[in-house]
């Protein structure tokens, strides 16, 4: 959370409540968390899991809803259903099983190949 606000790392310390739990998989966040550990290999580990961003968001979206359960959290998963093809869901976990509009995929295994494609190239 430090490293994303910009802000210099230390100890870690128990949180007190949800509000301060740190972002989960915010690409806009992950540059920051890197260059804060000053690692040698830092520009191909983001350019692999960078190459991610747009599938790391929309799981993000939609993990959020799933989890922070509100009318503007499942509006929001909603509006990602332009990207895929989509069929109406009465819950925001049920989107994972739209699918890729090029591959067919089911969303769950198309993201999945993609985030293992993005980690190989980070460590390539």
Known sequence: MRAAREEP??????IR?????PTW?????????VQAYQLPNEQPILSGVLS???????????RNAALHTSSENFAKVRALS????????MTPGEAIFWSE????????????SRLIAAAYHAVS
């Open 9 to 14: 790392l230390a100890p870690v310390k128990s």
């Open 17 to 21: 409540g949800m509000w301060q739990e």
């Open 25 to 33: 998989g915010d690409p806009q966040k992950f540059q920051k968390v």
């Open 52 to 62: 991610a961003g747009q599938v790391a968001s929309h799981m993000q979206t939609i």
């Open 82 to 89: 332009v990207f895929y093809q989509a069929n109406t869901i």
């Open 101 to 112: 509009p090029r591959s067919g995929d089911l969303l769950y295994r198309f993201w999945t």
